[in-house]
Each structure stands twice: as structure tokens, then as C-alpha cells.
């Protein structure tokens, strides 16, 4: 399923065209992936509930396998996002 998880990770970050850096230089922006990433796993997130498994996930992508600072901030911000969507922050 993670396969699948990713697979749909890429696609949708294959619409931004960036590189990690890119996103790293502004908030801005990096808040954005997030968000639409974050936007991606909400019918899934009971199977995505913690930051230790969105960096497991995000290693798969292109944009994050070779920044670990990138996957554990996209990873926090996506969780905090899913938590406050599901009412949980």
C-alpha cells in the first residue's frame, strides 16, 4: 500500500517542479507542499497517523529521498495539517 501511497506522493509533486532546496529557501512555499500534499493523504490518514511514517513515505519521492531536512519538515507539517483537519490540533 505505502507503494501506492507514494506513487500518488509524486504525482502530485511532479505539478510543482521544484527542487528540494527551492522549497527549503521559503516558508512560503514549503508550506504549500505540505498542504497539498497533506491534501492528497486525508482520505488515508488513519493509515499515515504519525511523522515517523510520512518520512518513510516521503523517502520514496524524488523531491525529498536525498534531503533529510526536507522530509522531516514536510513530514511535521503534514501530520500537524491532518491533525487539525480531523480535529486533532
Not at 509524486?10 to 516558508?27: G, H, I, R, Y
Not at 491534501?39 to 516521503?58: A, Y
Amino acid at each position: 500500500m505505502d507503494e501506492k501511497i507514494v506513487a500518488m506522493l509524486e504525482k502530485s509533486l511532479k505539478t510543482m517542479n521544484n527542487t528540494a532546496e527551492d522549497v527549503l529557501q521559503d516558508e512560503t512555499h514549503l508550506r504549500t507542499v505540505a498542504y497539498m500534499l497533506g491534501d492528497t493523504l486525508l482520505p488515508m490518514c488513519c493509515m499515515v497517523c504519525n511523522v515517523q511514517h510520512l518520512e518513510r513515505l516521503l523517502v520514496g519521492t524524488e523531491l525529498c529521498k536525498r534531503n533529510e531536512a526536507l522530509r522531516g519538515k514536510l513530514a511535521k507539517l503534514i501530520y500537524d495539517y491532518l491533525a487539525r483537519c480531523k480535529g486533532l490540533g
